[in-house]
């Protein structure tokens, strides 16, 4: 089963994205993995709302704390570091999806902030829509 790719209509500029942040504890993303990683079938991205940097035992109390508040396990290939993040909006969502955005044409064109971004490949349960049907989600989490 192939997914559909999410039709971007619009970005939030970035006036946008400083008023659509505020409150935000974070943003989790849950997609599937590439298909050979069985083990880790699900790819997670975590958006934290700081722009600064974090230790690496701050780091790592917020991802054992989230890992065992969203049911995940296995988590492997762990990136965590600050990162431009754009919002795409489109018809079909109700609330901006976050882009990680990795190439620097992206970073160019693309209004973004910088947040702290964890990315992890793991398993978890509590995330079907991701694992058996494909699709990719985020939720919002506010202070």
Known sequence: MQAKAIKTDKYLDQQQIQ?????????????P??????????HFTLFLNTDEALSKEIQEAILE???QEQK??????????????????????????????????????????????MDFLANSDAFDEAKKDNLTGWSYSYE
């Open 33 to 42: 993995a590439p298909e050979h990683f069985k083990e880790t079938p699900l």
């Open 19 to 31: 008023e659509h942040l505020k409150n935000v504890e974070y943003i989790i993303m849950a997609a």
């Open 65 to 67: 704390k989230f890992l």
């Open 72 to 117: 995940i396990d296995k988590p492997k290939e762990l990136m965590s570091q600050l990162m431009p993040v754009g919002f795409a909006l489109s018809q079909a969502q109700d609330t901006p999806m976050p882009m990680l955005l990795i190439k620097p044409q992206d970073q160019r064109i693309i209004p973004h902030a910088v947040l702290h971004v």
